[in-house]
Structures are given as C-alpha cells and as structure tokens.
C-alpha cells in the first residue's frame, strides 16, 4: 500500500532558516489512521547526512527526538539510522487539527536533534496529516420539521439545514438526495461563498392544506470519498396558511470588532428586521441558524423579540479568534430572512508565555551533569517558548535572569538552544541554577519563567600557578659556586595529587644554574661575568602530579651586579693625528676613544694629558684634543704626549694611550731667491752671445713641501724688446736672438718665481740686471745706476688697449708721445755723437761715461742722460712706468674710472754718490710738480730682494699690488689671508687692503708716501695690461682729468 499517495499531492518547502547552529526543516506527508511501525523517512538519506558519517567522529551519529516530557509522540525514529515510523498512537487529523478553518492544512510538528556537537543539527519535522474519508456526514437532527404555505409558488425553494463532515476535501458533504418525494418536491444544493454546500426544498406543485397538511420525506447526504459514506434524516413538511410578506434585515451582512476580555452581558450588536405583514404574521422571531456551531450557540445570546446579540460566556481569542452568526428573522412564514453577523475579537494580552524544555544532555534526576572540560557551544537542551496572544502579545522574547557561562541560541522563532558560551570551572562555580526567562511584548508584558540545574563535574583543569608573575634576581659577579640565589614557589587550586607541585627547569635554562626539584630553590653553580653576559632569562616550570599533568612557566631574570675588575680601554695603543699647520688655536685636532667594559660609576671614564702639556688640553669626558699653540710645520713637524684613562670606581683603575700629532704643511711659505741675492746685482752678457745661450741661472727656494714646494720662473715685466726667455722650471735665463746696437745697456728684468700650492698659490719676484755690453770698465757706476734708477719701472712685456671709448685728451696723449719718442731718438743720436768726441782724459772720461753710457732697453722709451755742470740739482729724468693691474670686469663702474697706483722701488744709494750729481740741472721727464725723489733715495737700509705674498685665489678674482716699504720688499697678497710678517724689521706689514684699478687715461706717477694708503674695491677683476706713459711738459703741464 502506497502510504504517500492520496486524492491530493501536497509539496511544501524542504528548509525555512537554516541558522549558525545548524537548523534546518524536513516535511513529510502522512495520512491519518497509519498503523504503527510503518516507515515514514529515511533523514540519514533525505537530509545528505551519509557523507558526514564518514568523517571521523569522536561518537557514532545518534538521531535524538525531542519532545515535551508526558507527550505521546505519533512517531518514533531509530537513533542509529534516522529512520522514522509510526508509533501505536492514533493519527486523528480531524482531532489533531480541531477547530481550524475549514479545508486548512493539517500539520504535526517534531524536532530531531543530530549529535554528537561537532555535527549538530537541529531539524525540525512537519507532518502534513492527509484526511482519509473516516467520517460520514451527519445532519444536525435526525428530524427535520419544516413548515411551508400553501399558497406557495411553483418552484419556490426553502432552506434545509445543511449536513456537517469533520472531513475535508473530496471527502466532506458533496451531494444531497430526497427519498419519496412523491412529486411534489425536489431538491437542489447550492454553494455558499464561505464554500458550504446547502441543500434547498423545490415545491414542483401547488400546494393545498386542505388536501393535504404534512408530507414525511427522508434526506439523504453523500460525502465524495472512497469507499463513501452516507446518512439520511426524516423531513417532515408541514402546510401552513398563507403568509405572504416575510421579514427583511436592514444589514444582510455585519462584521462586529469587540476585545476577547469583553464582559459577560455587554452588547455585540442589535439587529433589526421589518414586516409588510401586520397582526400575528408581522411579528418577528429570531433565532440562529442550525448551521451555527454549538460554541458559538454557547458564547452568544440572541434576544429572538428585539434582535439584540449579547456575550453569554467569557470570550477566548486564543481559543477562537472570530465567529459566524447567521441570524433568521421569521415572521411565522416559510421564508426567513438571512443575516450574517461576523464577529471578529481582538487580542488582549491575558496569556503568559509557557516555557518548554527539551533535553539534548539527559538529566539525572532533573539534574544536568556537564563536565568542566566542556568544550564551547555544547548543546544542553531546546527551549520552546510559545504564547497564544497575538501579534506584539504574542512575541516572546527568551533569556536568563543573570551572568551565567550559558546563552541562549535563537534556532527558529520561537526555539533556542541553551549551550555553554564559556569555559566551565569547578573551582570558581560547582552547579549553576539556570532561570529562563520569557516575555512576550505585551503592555504591560506578560512573562513565565522555569529554572534548569547544571552541576559542574570537576576535572584536573588547574595549572600550578607562581606567587609572582616574573622573578627578578640580582647577584654581583665573581660569586662564589653554589651560592643560593632565590627560593621558587607555586600553588594549585586543585587538591590531592593534582596539587603536588616539582619545579624543573626550562630548556633555555643555562648550565650556570641549579634548580632543586622539590623545594624550588635556585642556585649559581659558576662564577659569574657581567661583563662576559649581564642577564640571564631563562624558564622555571611548575608541573603538578594530575593526569595528564598541568605545568606553568614563569620567566626568571638574572642580573649580574658589575664589580670594578676591568680598567679602561683605548681604542687604539697609539693615536696619531694629522693636522694643517694653519689650524686655528683651540681647533679640534682629534678624537680619543674610550671604553670600559665595566657599568656605572665603574664605566665613568676621565680623561687627561699625562705631566701636564701647556701645548695641547683635552676635553676629560668627550676626549676632544684642542692645542693651546699655533702650528708651523717649518719650526716642529709632530708632537708627542701620553694621555691618561682613568674610571670613577672606589678604587679606580688607569691605562695610557701615545697620541702623536703631525703637522701637515699648508702653502704659508713664498718662494726665496739665492740667485741672485739682490737687486742691485748686474750679469754681464756679450752682445756677441749666441741665441739660444743661458746667460743666466736664477736660484728660488720654498720651505714648504711638496707640491708646496715646486716653482715656476717667468719674465712678468723688463723684458720689453723679447730679448731673454726663461726656463720656467729650471730658472735659466737664455738670450733669445742676435743682440744689435739698440740692445746694449742694462736691462731690468722682473722674474716672477710662483709656487704650485693647492688652493692658493705664493710667488715673489726679483729684478735680474742684465748689461749688454762688451766689457764692464767701471763696476762702480753701474751699481750707482742700478740705485739711482731702482725706482725707474720696468714696461710689462704685453700692451692692453683700452676697449672704453676714447677719452677727450687722447689726441693730446698720442701726440705727446710721438713728440717723445722723436725727442728720445734726437737726444740717442746726439749723444752718440758727443762720447765720439770725448776727451782721452781719464777723468772727464769717467764723467762722460757716468752721464751717457747707459742706455734705456726700449728703443722708444730711450733718453740720454745729459749731466751739465750747474749748482741747481738735476731732476729727475724721463720715467717710463709699467705695471700689471686688474680690470674691473664691469665696464660701466664710475668708481672705478680713474684711480692712482703707486709702484715704490726703494734706493740705498749712499748719500755720497747722490753728492755727485746735480739733480737740479739734469733734465727731467717729471711734471713740474713731481716730488723731489733725491730725499726719497737718501736711505741706507739694506736692499733685500723683492718678496711678493701668494697670488690672488682664481674665484675672487683680485690682484692687488702695494706700495712697497723702504726696505724695498715687493709685497702683494689675497683678499682673504693677511700678510703678516715673521720678521722683526721694521718694514713688515701687519694687514693688507688693496684696491684693483682700471687706467682709461694717463695718469700721474709720484713717490709712495709714509702712509702707505692703499684703495680697495669689491668688484671683481680680470687681468690686463696697461701701459702709462708721463711726458715732461717744461712749460704747461697736462691736466688730470676731472
């Protein structure tokens, strides 16, 4: 027999909500009256559970119905194999599902519960009860008295009252038949809309009281099952007179809204019909009909003279939420007027939520036992929280009255499973008393609550535990072996032998200690280093006697106290410092590095220079080195001292340390000539020298080092006719071409000699006399010469033409030196001519020699010297004044237009030999106003050779030259250094300023004055060439411009 086939095939949904804790549904369709142990399902199979069988489970699967304690369940599943059968109760669909709406689906609800925890479901069953046909169908009596006029029409049909079948479907009331109707009645069945099938009464023909007053039938009902059942009820019609106007409601339909806690006696509604009749057939009965259910017969009253429905019973919602009253109204006559009266009750919160507990864990006594050991989410048991109220009164709301490890998982709805949310612990907590809680959400809300009992199986779930979180232990170095350093304690919250405690220590422990097993003490079995390792962490277990055992760590620190056993260390045994000999005083010259491996005031190192040194200090705590002194390499290369380390222990230690500073050679020093020895020195060179010949060597020495040290040698002034050429390395002067008659007499060269020291080089320069002639007949008058004309200057070798725009006097200056030069020429060739003619007399030879043998080496610059015999001086003669400068690299600087520079050459001329000549009557080359340069050649200071200071570094672009001192020392020097002498002579120059000057015209030359002034300017300068030329003018000198 196919259990699962039927008239109708019902499909629900497989699942509704599948929450976190594995809920899910499962239908099936059953029909009523099953005998027992027929198999229903298979969930093994029908919810896919095989393949979690086969995972490794730590108990087998095991399928648990849950149900209310003293419920008798209509099913019963197999707990190995999730097979469901039924059981010997009854399934009764139409006592199951009492009191639902007609035609309603039939449901009957079970859970099921999948352990163990780690494959939990929770699955809640729904059996949708399929009626069978097990009810017939029944009239309300077995008689049935109607009453018909006899005035009746053809046709006209009259209510019976309709037959009631608990079943539904195909299987409820389908068909009514009239047994002996004898012609005269028929019957027809309509379909109400609430879907209830009436039978009608059809009078087929006239009708006569007087023939006949009663006519007894039988009605028979039919249900539409198989096999169908059927019944039948005596209808007995009786003729009355005639009454042809019935009762008419005002309201055929009325829907009534009244709260279920309405009291006994109030109003539901008043109904009200009328009459066209008067007399006897105008009055009106009411009356309900028989299709109105016995409860609600015995909840309401009807008043049949005025209509007037009232509450005969306390009202229940939960029980029956709404009612039809289907009111007649007759007057007496056969047709009565129909009223229905929907009455619908609303909810009042008056039902308290109940609570239903379903056990997963089986109770012992009532009592759950749940070990400590429990793991998280353990199932206990299945709240069912339900409440018949409505809508907000009937929303229940589950959960517990205080803080307890245990919460409550909502499943479905209503349902929740009671599960551990913490770990358990015996010692804290030994039995929890659990009270659930249920409010609905009512005003005021309604709740229930009903107490759950856990008691706590203890287990051995308590490590040792160490009276200090982390032990920190101190002892001083070089201790003694198997000295004790501390005592190790733990406890244990359990008893017995879970709380024998033995102390081990960890795998990280060093060899250096000791702990004792039983007593927990530790000791230092080797002598200690701090400086070797200062702390020692390592892990000290305590682990108690239980099974399986509990043990707890605990970090154990070691500090090793520093003693004062190491002294301190330098960094090196010798320190050796390199320092420029220009280092500033209380410069930093080093660092010294020390250590000590020692800690605190044992570390504290001082330092010190060992027998006090007035030449260096040193800083005691950073070790910085400053000297006291200014170094020169050139006076002391190194220096040598001994510094002391020494500790602020109680009993301090020391080391030493060599330090040895060298000093590094800085370019300070500028070149010094040897050869020649001075400016007044002269070399003779035949005119019949061959080119190419060295006629002379010049010597230069460099007291610094290196490439410090290394010298160049150029012609930078004299060397106006390209004569001589010198080796710029090894300082020969050569001769450069054939001499010819223009080139006899004395030539001043200025020799440059410049050292190669990095970034600013030093040179000085000297005048190289050299005199072209034949022979040297008087020595003496040409070392005179060479002192009175040491002030005459020498022209540079290279001319520079002004790029500026002519000035107004340029046609003036050009023509005075043509009228110059012509003069020189005439006064060449006349006094050739003269020392022709000289006498043969010694002594006037001598004088002619002294006034006209020298000759200027510029053939456009000569001039005889003419010595007249006059009381009056001679002044001084044609000078001719070139000099090297700096051009201001803007053009258009009006600072920088016209400025003087003053090229002093200083004399040691004795006094005697100026006696000789008449400075007064010997013809100048001056401007009248020139100064006297008789008194400034009156000197007998010695007559070093020239000295110049470093040149100008190439950024700053400067060359500055200034006025030289008596002692006739050519000096120049930088923008940035001074130039300092070393000497003590009285000439030496404490600082520098200088001035760079462009010549745009010719300007006047005059004597250095004592105030040695000098002119500054800032502009930056390229290097040129210029030229100036002063021509005498007897009568009318030429102006300055303004």
């Given at each position: 027999?196919?259990?699962?086939?039927?008239?109708?095939?019902?499909?629900?949904?497989?699942?509704?909500?599948?929450?976190?804790?594995?809920?899910?549904?499962?239908?099936?369709?059953?029909?009523?009256?099953?005998?027992?142990?027929?198999?229903?399902?298979?969930?093994?199979?029908?919810?896919?559970l095989s393949l979690i069988r086969d995972k490794s489970l730590t108990t087998p699967m095991q399928f648990k119905l849950v149900y209310k304690t003293g419920d008798v369940p209509l099913i019963?599943?197999?707990?190995?194999?999730?097979?469901?059968?039924?059981?010997?109760?009854?399934?009764?669909?139409?006592?199951?599902?009492?009191?639902?709406?007609?035609?309603?689906?039939?449901?009957?609800?079970?859970?099921?519960?999948?352990?163990?925890?780690?494959?939990?479901?929770?699955?809640?069953?729904?059996?949708?009860?399929?009626?069978?046909?097990?009810?017939?169908?029944?009239?309300?009596?077995?008689?049935?008295?109607?009453?018909?006029?006899?005035?009746?029409?053809?046709?006209?049909?009259?209510?019976?009252?309709?037959?009631?079948?608990?079943?539904?479907?195909?299987?409820?009331?389908?068909?009514?038949?009239?047994?002996?109707?004898?012609?005269?009645?028929?019957?027809?069945?309509?379909?109400?809309?609430?879907?209830?099938?009436?039978?009608?009464?059809?009078?087929?023909?006239?009708?006569?009281?007087?023939?006949?007053?009663?006519?007894?039938?039988?009605?028979?009902?039919?249900?539409?099952?198989?096999?169908?059942?059927?019944?039948?009820?005596?209808?007995?019609?009786?003729?009355?007179?005639?009454?042809?106007?019935?009762?008419?409601?005002?309201?055929?339909?009325?829907?009534?809204?009244?709260?279920?806690?309405?009291?006994?006696?109030?109003?539901?509604?008043?109904l009200h019909a009328t009459d066209a009749d008067i007399g006897e057939n105008a009055k009106i009965h009411f009356y309900f009909s028989s299709l109105v259910s016995n409860i609600a017969k015995?909840?309401?009253?009807?008043?049949?003279?005025?209509?007037?429905?009232?509450?005969?019973?306390?009202?229940?919602?939960?029980?029956?939420?709404?009612?039809?009253?289907?009111?007649?109204?007759?007057?007496?006559?056969?047709?009565?007027?129909?009223?229905?009266?929907?009455?619908?009750?609303?909810?009042?919160?008056?039902?308290?939520?109940?609570?239903?507990?379903?056990?997963?864990?089986?109770?012992?006594?009532?009592?759950?036992?749940?070990?400590?050991?429990?793991?998280?989410?353990?199932?206990?048991?299945?709240?069912?929280?339900?409440?018949?109220?409505?809508?907000?009164?009937?929303?229940?709301?589950?959960?517990?009255?205080?803080?307890?490890?245990?919460?409550?998982?909502?499943?479905?709805?209503?349902?929740?499973?009671?599960?551990?949310?913490?770990?358990?612990?015996?010692?804290?907590?030994?039995?929890?008393?659990?009270?659930?809680?249920?409010?609905?959400?009512?005003?005021?809300?309604?709740?229930?609550?009903?107490?759950?009992?856990?008691?706590?199986?203890?287990?051995?779930?308590?490590?040792?535990?160490?009276?200090?979180?982390?032990?920190?232990?101190?002892?001083?170095?070089?201790?003694?072996?198997?000295?004790?350093?501390?005592?190790?304690?733990?406890?244990?919250?359990?008893?017995?032998?879970?709380?024998?405690?033995?102390?081990?220590?960890?795998?990280?422990?060093?060899?250096?200690?000791?702990?004792?097993?039983?007593?927990?003490?530790?000791?230092?079995?080797?002598?200690?280093?701090?400086?070797?390792?200062?702390?020692?962490?390592?892990?000290?277990?305590?682990?108690?006697?239980?099974?399986?055992?509990?043990?707890?760590?605990?970090?154990?620190?070691?500090?090793?106290?520093?003693?004062?056993?190491?002294?301190?260390?330098?960094?090196?045994?010798?320190?050796?410092?390199?320092?420029?000999?220009?280092?500033?005083?209380?410069?930093?010259?080093?660092?010294?590095?020390?250590?000590?491996?020692?800690?605190?005031?044992?570390?504290?190192?001082?330092?010190?220079?060992?027998?006090?040194?007035?030449?260096?200090?040193?800083?005691?705590?950073?070790?910085?080195?400053?000297?006291?002194?200014?170094?020169?390499?050139?006076?002391?290369?190194?220096?040598?001292?001994?510094?002391?380390?020494?500790?602020?222990?109680?009993?301090?230690?020391?080391?030493?340390?060599?330090?040895?500073?060298?000093?590094?050679?800085?370019?300070?020093?500028?070149?010094?000539?040897?050869?020649?020895?001075?400016?007044?020195?002269?070399?003779?060179?035949?005119?019949?020298?061959?080119?190419?010949?060295?006629?002379?060597?010049?010597?230069?020495?460099?007291?610094?080092?290196?490439?410090?040290?290394?010298?160049?040698?150029?012609?930078?002034?004299?060397?106006t006719r390209g004569l001589f050429i010198i080796n710029q390395t090894s300082g020969n002067i050569a001769i450069k071409e054939k001499c010819v008659i223009a080139d006899l007499g004395l030539?001043?060269?200025?020799?440059?000699?410049?050292?190669?020291?990095?970034?600013?080089?030093?040179?000085?320069?000297?005048?190289?006399?050299?005199?072209?002639?034949?022979?040297?007949?008087?020595?003496?008058?040409?070392?005179?010469?060479?002192?009175?004309?040491?002030?005459?200057?020498?022209?540079?070798?290279?001319?520079?033409?002004?790029?500026?725009?002519?000035?107004?006097?340029?046609?003036?200056?050009?023509?005075?030196?043509?009228?110059?030069?012509?003069?020189?020429?005439?006064?060449?060739?006349?006094?050739?001519?003269?020392?022709?003619?000289?006498?043969?007399?010694?002594?006037?030879?001598?004088?002619?020699?002294?006034?006209?043998?020298?000759?200027?080496?510029?053939?456009?610059?000569?001039?005889?010297?003419?010595?007249?015999?006059?009381?009056?001086?001679?002044?001084?003669?044609?000078?001719?004044?070139?000099?090297?400068?700096?051009?201001?690299?803007?053009?258009?600087?009006?600072?920088?237009?016209?400025?003087?520079?003053?090229?002093?050459?200083?004399?040691?001329?004795?006094?005697?030999?100026?006696?000789?000549?008449?400075?007064?009557?010997?013809?100048?080359?001056?401007?009248?106003?020139?100064?006297?340069?008789?008194?400034?050649?009156?000197?007998?200071?010695?007559?070093?050779?020239?000295?110049?200071?470093?040149?100008?570094?190439?950024?700053?672009?400067?060359?500055?030259?200034?006025?030289?001192?008596?002692?006739?020392?050519?000096?120049?020097?930088?923008?940035?250094?001074?130039?300092?002498?070393?000497?003590?002579?009285?000439?030496?120059?404490?600082?520098?300023?200088?001035?760079?000057?462009?010549?745009?015209?010719?300007?006047?030359?005059?004597?250095?004055?004592?105030?040695?002034?000098?002119?500054?300017?800032?502009?930056?300068?390229?290097?040129?060439?210029?030229?100036?030329?002063?021509?005498?003018?007897?009568?009318?000198?030429?102006?300055?411009?303004?």
């Amino acid at each position: 027999m196919d259990l699962f086939s039927g008239t109708y095939i019902f499909a629900v949904l497989l699942a509704c909500v599948v929450f976190q804790s594995g809920a899910q549904e499962k239908n099936y369709t059953v029909r009523e009256e099953i005998p027992e142990n027929v198999l229903i399902g298979d969930l093994l199979k029908d919810l896919n559970l095989s393949l979690i069988r086969d995972k490794s489970l730590t108990t087998p699967m095991q399928f648990k119905l849950v149900y209310k304690t003293g419920d008798v369940p209509l099913i019963r599943i197999e707990e190995g194999t999730g097979e469901i059968f039924t059981t010997g109760a009854r399934i009764d669909r139409e006592k199951l599902c009492a009191g639902i709406i007609m035609d309603a689906l039939c449901f009957y609800e079970v859970e099921v519960a999948v352990l163990p925890d780690e494959i939990f479901r929770l699955i809640k069953i729904r059996f949708l009860i399929e009626d069978i046909n097990d009810n017939a169908p029944l009239f309300p009596a077995t008689v049935i008295n109607i009453s018909i006029p006899e005035n009746t029409a053809i046709n006209s049909r009259f209510a019976l009252p309709a037959a009631d079948d608990p079943d539904v479907g195909i299987n409820g009331v389908q068909n009514y038949h009239l047994i002996k109707g004898q012609n005269i009645f028929g019957i027809d069945v309509i379909e109400t809309p609430e879907g209830v099938k009436m039978p009608q009464l059809i009078v087929q023909k006239e009708l006569d009281r007087e023939e006949k007053d009663t006519y007894v039938m039988k009605v028979k009902v039919e249900d539409g099952g198989f096999p169908q059942r059927s019944s039948t009820a005596i209808l007995q019609v009786s003729i009355a007179d005639m009454n042809d106007n019935h009762p008419v409601f005002t309201e055929n339909e009325i829907e009534v809204i009244i709260p279920e806690n309405a009291p006994v006696g109030s109003s539901v509604t008043q109904l009200h019909a009328t009459d066209a009749d008067i007399g006897e057939n105008a009055k009106i009965h009411f009356y309900f009909s028989s299709l109105v259910s016995n409860i609600a017969k015995r909840l309401f009253h009807l008043n049949s003279s005025t209509g007037l429905i009232t509450i005969k019973e306390p009202l229940d919602r939960e029980e029956y939420p709404s009612h039809k009253l289907l009111v007649l109204a007759s007057d007496g006559g056969l047709m009565p007027a129909r009223a229905m009266v929907q009455v619908n009750l609303t909810d009042v919160n008056d039902n308290i939520p109940s609570i239903d507990i379903r056990y997963i864990i089986n109770p012992i006594n009532g009592t759950v036992v749940l070990s400590e050991n429990a793991p998280l989410n353990t199932k206990i048991a299945l709240i069912t929280v339900t409440d018949k109220d409505a809508d907000h009164n009937g929303r229940v709301t589950c959960f517990t009255d205080h803080d307890v490890p245990f919460r409550l998982r909502p499943v479905f709805s209503n349902q929740f499973l009671l599960e551990t949310a913490a770990y358990l612990d015996f010692e804290s907590t030994k039995e929890y008393a659990i009270k659930l809680l249920a409010a609905d959400a009512g005003k005021p809300p309604l709740n229930q609550s009903s107490m759950l009992v856990v008691k706590i199986k203890d287990e051995n779930d308590n490590a040792p535990v160490f009276t200090q979180p982390f032990i920190s232990v101190s002892v001083p170095e070089n201790n003694s072996p198997g000295s004790q350093l501390t005592k190790i304690s733990a406890t244990d919250a359990d008893t017995g032998r879970n709380a024998e405690i033995s102390y081990l220590l960890g795998i990280d422990a060093p060899p250096e200690f000791n702990l004792d097993h039983r007593t927990g003490i530790l000791t230092a079995m080797k002598k200690l280093d701090r400086e070797n390792q200062e702390k020692y962490y390592f892990t000290v277990v305590a682990k108690d006697n239980g099974i399986p055992p509990l043990t707890t760590n605990v970090t154990v620190l070691v500090t090793v106290l520093d003693q004062n056993d190491n002294s301190p260390i330098f960094t090196h045994n010798e320190y050796n410092f390199y320092v420029p000999e220009n280092l500033p005083k209380h410069g930093t010259v080093g660092l010294i590095t020390v250590t000590d491996p020692d800690y605190g005031e044992n570390s504290a190192v001082t330092l010190s220079i060992v027998n006090v040194n007035d030449e260096f200090n040193i800083d005691p705590q950073t070790g910085v080195i400053r000297p006291n002194i200014s170094f020169d390499r050139e006076r002391q290369e190194s220096y040598t001292f001994y510094v002391k380390a020494e500790d602020g222990g109680r009993v301090s230690r020391s080391s030493t340390a060599k330090v040895t500073i060298n000093v590094v050679d800085v370019n300070d020093n500028k070149p010094i000539f040897l050869v020649p020895s001075s400016n007044y020195s002269f070399e003779l060179v035949l005119p019949s020298t061959n080119p190419g010949t060295v006629v002379f060597t010049v010597v230069a020495i460099d007291n610094d080092t290196g490439m410090n040290a290394e010298l160049q040698y150029s012609i930078v002034g004299g060397n106006t006719r390209g004569l001589f050429i010198i080796n710029q390395t090894s300082g020969n002067i050569a001769i450069k071409e054939k001499c010819v008659i223009a080139d006899l007499g004395l030539h001043k060269l200025v020799v440059k000699a410049k050292d190669l020291g990095q970034p600013d080089s030093l040179f000085n320069v000297i005048m190289v006399n050299l005199f072209v002639n034949e022979s040297v007949t008087n020595a003496t008058l040409i070392y005179e010469l060479l002192r009175k004309n040491i002030e005459a200057p020498v022209t540079p070798n290279i001319e520079t033409v002004d790029t500026s725009s002519p000035s107004p006097d340029y046609v003036k200056i050009m023509v005075a030196i043509v009228a110059g030069t012509i003069t020189v020429i005439l006064v060449i060739f006349i006094t050739a001519i003269i020392r022709c003619r000289q006498s043969l007399h010694r002594k006037a030879g001598q004088k002619n020699k002294q006034n006209s043998e020298w000759v200027t080496p510029n053939p456009e610059n000569r001039q005889m010297i003419m010595m007249k015999k006059k009381k009056k001086k001679h002044a001084p003669k044609n000078l001719l004044l070139n000099l090297v400068a700096r051009e201001d690299s803007k053009a258009n600087d009006a600072d920088n237009d016209r400025h003087s520079v003053t090229l002093d050459l200083p004399s040691d001329l004795e006094e005697q030999t100026m006696g000789k000549y008449n400075w007064s009557t010997t013809p100048t080359t001056f401007k009248p106003d020139s100064p006297d340069l008789a008194r400034h050649y009156k000197s007998a200071s010695p007559q070093p050779a020239f000295q110049i200071q470093p040149e100008t570094p190439l950024n700053s672009k400067h060359h500055i030259i200034q006025g030289l001192p008596q002692d006739n020392t050519f000096v120049a020097c930088d923008s940035i250094s001074k130039c300092s002498s070393s000497s003590s002579d009285p000439y030496s120059v404490s600082e520098c300023s200088y001035s760079m000057t462009t010549f745009k015209a010719p300007v006047s030359v005059h004597t250095r004055q004592p105030t040695r002034e000098a002119v500054r300017s800032d502009t930056p300068m390229k290097e040129t060439t210029v030229k100036i030329w002063v021509h005498p003018q007897p009568q009318k000198p030429i102006p300055n411009d303004p």
